[in-house]
């Protein structure tokens, strides 16, 4: 088996750091025949593990998977540079490093499901987007893994603001579809109470609520935004704040208004039923983040 460095790659981020190398005289070609024995030696391995390496085409796809996750780790190394990165490849444990690298960074976004993965900790389907020939033109594995290092941070900080904020030990996973409804319902809440964890009994205590004229305000609600994410560690944070859209703030001040109405029609003593009947046609005409289906217990 051959591990072919082809002039020119722009594929994965192993055969740029080689070709520019080899390109500046940097890397001579005893230095270039011990990266690929190490390779071949880790693609046997890899194939011995996961696959069967008595079988060509499978040690083929080992070695491609090997390429991906190394140059996934080098790239993250080196911070995208080749020139440090070549001095990973050239250091005694030469691939080894990148490769350990690659794999806990594939592990720590897979997600973790009731379905088992031939790769164990690492999510199959990630790994192959990952994979790669060393000389195709193209290697989209690093956006793949920003892509899900995104929605790994989303899932843990969503996990982070149920924990944090909540009274609840138990979440269903159908009760909220994104971290921008989990955060909505934070911030209102702890708006109107004054920084308790989130009950489901918002409808019942409105009752008893005041609603102060300076909460209607962008200002306001962006404040409380602010000083819920600040409890919260940094990454998730930003990570938080990076999900957030443009109508988030006004969407919670558009509920607020919604709820002093719903207040109103409910010191009536209107029927459950048209109290429904209201909140579903508000529901229908605005998203009212930060109003779920509050249970009354």
């Known amino acids: 088996m051959q591990l072919m460095v082809r002039d020119g790659s722009s594929g994965p981020f192993l055969s740029v750091v080689i070709n520019k190398a080899l390109a500046t005289e940097q890397l001579s070609t005893a230095q270039l025949q011990q990266i690929k024995s190490k390779a071949v030696l880790m693609s046997l391995k890899f194939a011995d593990k996961f696959y069967n390496k008595y079988k060509m085409h499978l040690l083929e796809q080992a070695a491609h998977d090997v390429i991906g996750v190394v ?8 911070d995208s540079d080749p020139q440090r990165a070549l001095h990973l490849l ?8 990148p490769f350990q690298k690659g794999w806990t960074m594939l592990s720590t976004v897979s997600r973790k499901s009731g379905a088992k993965s031939l790769y164990g900790e690492v999510d199959e389907q990630l790994l192959q987007l990952l994979s790669s020939p060393p000389d195709a033109e193209d290697w989209s594995g690093w956006q793949h893994y920003q892509q899900a290092l995104t929605e790994h941070r989303r899932s843990q900080s969503m996990q982070l603001l149920q924990q944090q904020f909540y009274v609840r030990s138990h979440f269903d996973e159908f009760e909220h579809f994104s971290l921008e409804e989990v955060l909505a319902e934070v911030v209102f809440y702890r708006a109107l109470t004054g920084g308790d964890k989130v009950r489901q009994d918002l409808k019942k205590r409105l009752h008893t609520i005041t609603l102060q004229p300076h909460w209607f305000s962008e200002t306001f609600f962006t404040m409380q935004t602010e000083a819920t ?3 919260l560690p940094g990454a998730n944070a930003d990570a938080i704040r990076h999900d957030l859209g443009q ?11 919604f709820a002093r109405d719903y207040q109103a029609l409910a010191k009536q003593d209107a029927s459950p039923e048209k109290l429904d009947a209201f909140e579903g046609k508000q529901g229908l005409t605005n ?7 509050y249970l009354e217990l």
């Open 71 to 78: 140059s996934l780790g080098l790239q993250e190394l080196a």
């Open 90 to 97: 050239l250091a005694p444990e030469g691939l080894v490093k």
């Open 229 to 231: 994410l600040a409890e």
């Open 247 to 257: 109508h988030f703030v006004p969407a919670l001040v558009r509920t607020l208004k």
């Open 287 to 293: 998203p009212l983040l930060g109003w779920p289906q």
